[in-house]
């Protein structure tokens, strides 16, 4: 099974012989309100009855508060050492780059 995820380059450190490049998964995210999370979270875990009771309250309760926008996903980062003349035959790739990466799992 093979996947290709594409990286953006966040870092890069040449120490002359060796480069080490830090790469985080290039995904778009859209903000999700904290509110709607809180929402979400409760209407799981209520069953129907009490969550039909509870709304209204918990809506008039997150009204009052600042609505607070976070991502909802978490990058995967690699870092990649690797020989300088490695690097070089790469293209010298640089920081905000994106590299496609092939993870294929070999048993």
Known sequence: MTEVTEYRIQQIVDNGQIVQMTLAEDVLTEPVSQKQMIMDSVA?????EIKEQVTPLLEAIL???PTIQIKSYQHTSITITMPKSRYERMGRPQVGEKLEINIRKIS
Not at 44 to 48: G, I
Request: proline share 12%; no cysteine; net charge positive.
């Open 44 to 48: 799981k875990k209520l069953d129907p």
């Open 63 to 65: 009204q009052a508060q």
